[in-house]
C-alpha cells in the first residue's frame, strides 16, 4: 500500500507528474540497527513542493500501512527539490519465513 499511495502521489502532483520527473529510491539495512530496513523515496525534477496546512488522506494511509504492516514509522519530508519520504521498518527473522 505504501508504495502505491506513494507513485500514485507522484504520477498526480509529484515528479512523475513531469517529463523531467525522477524518482530514486534506494535501501540499505543496520543503519540505525542490525536489524532495520531503511527505504527512502526521493522525488526530484518536478513541479515545486510546499509542506500541506493538514494530513491528507495519503499521508495518514501511508503511516497506518507501515506502522500496521511493517512495524515500523514513516517520514515525509517537503524539501525545495521534491517529496521524500523515509520508512524504517523492522526486518523479519529468516526463520518466521514460511
Known sequence: ?????????A???GALSTAE???DIGWKTGVREADTLE???RESGGPSVSPPTKK??????LERSVSGDFGGTSTIEFLP??????????????????
Open 56 to 61: 491528507g488522506y495519503g499521508s495518514r494511509l
Open 81 to 98: 527539490g521534491g517529496l521524500q519520504c523515509t520508512i524504517l521498518a523492522p526486518l523479519m527473522n529468516a526463520q518466521e519465513l514460511p
Open 21 to 23: 520527473g525522477i524518482v
Open 39 to 41: 527505504l527512502v523515496w
Open 1 to 9: 500500500m505504501a508504495a502505491t499511495e506513494l507513485a500514485t502521489n
Open 11 to 13: 504520477l498526480k502532483y
